[in-house]
């Protein structure tokens, strides 16, 4: 037995004396991003368990002071898995290490894309370290999402009058609204993994990398809106 509460809306349907109108409202606006995101993932191997994560350890604390000496310029930084894995010989009686693997995964946000550039740069010196991104993209809270909305709803309504004004009528009243879809901006990966040096003999200690020239792409942010209005009857 259904409920009241458990009864679904019903739809609205138009009659003579209150013709049904639905129309749709989309705006696509193009952005600059806000923040770029990168992935850190720091390696250690070795022979031994203790050693293997002794070293993974300091790595993964040199990535971490490296980040936060940008200051304000981060927004967000945290540490994913971590992990030691043994690497057993392939061949041989019973089961024996060969080496240990040890991998830390890392996460920053930066709203300066310039001392992004150079924190690239910084981070793919450090050996055994590899970078994944920047995805560029704006923040939750960001006034866009909220101007993509408002647009649609703009653009649904000038849409109704338009088609009530071709009638010869007006609108009467809105019926309903409904959010049919605001999509956020894709994060683009400008590069979609550097390789990094895996051993410091063949870097140059005293020199400082380059920085990393990065053009932020456009963004996309879509919203769309669906409504429905009653109109004045029309003589047709």
Do not use: C
């Not at 910084?122 to 370290?129: E, F, I, K, N, S």
């Not at 009243?173 to 040096?197: M, N, S």
């Amino acid at each position: 037995m259904t409920t009241p509460a458990d009864t679904p809306p019903a739809t609205p349907h138009g009659t003579p004396d209150a013709p049904l109108l639905t129309v749709r409202g989309e705006t696509t606006l193009e952005v600059d991003p806000e923040i770029a995101r990168i992935g850190i993932t720091v390696t250690a191997r070795g022979r031994d368990r203790r050693t293997t994560l002794d070293d993974l350890t300091r790595r993964n604390a040199t990535v971490l002071d490296l980040v936060k000496s940008y200051g304000d310029t981060v927004e967000h930084l945290a540490t994913g898995a971590v992990s030691i894995t043994p690497e057993l010989t392939p061949r041989g009686r019973g089961e024996r290490v060969r080496t240990y693997h040890g991998h830390t995964h890392v996460t920053a946000e930066l709203t300066d894309f310039t001392a992004l550039g150079e924190l690239t740069t910084r981070l793919a010196d450090l050996d055994l370290t590899r970078i994944d991104g920047p995805w560029w993209a704006l923040r939750p809270t960001s006034p866009v999402h909220r101007q993509a909305r408002r647009q649609a709803v703009h653009e649904a309504v000038q849409r109704a009058h338009e088609y009530a004004d071709a009638l010869g009528t007006t609108l009467a009243a809105l019926i309903q609204l409904t959010d049919t879809g605001t999509q956020g901006p894709h994060p683009r990966a400008a590069f979609d993994r550097r390789a990094v040096r895996m051993s410091a003999a063949t870097a140059e200690p005293d020199t400082t990398p380059e920085p990393l020239d990065l053009e932020p792409p456009r963004l996309r942010v879509q919203a769309e809106v669906s409504a429905q209005f009653t109109m004045v009857p029309p003589h047709l």
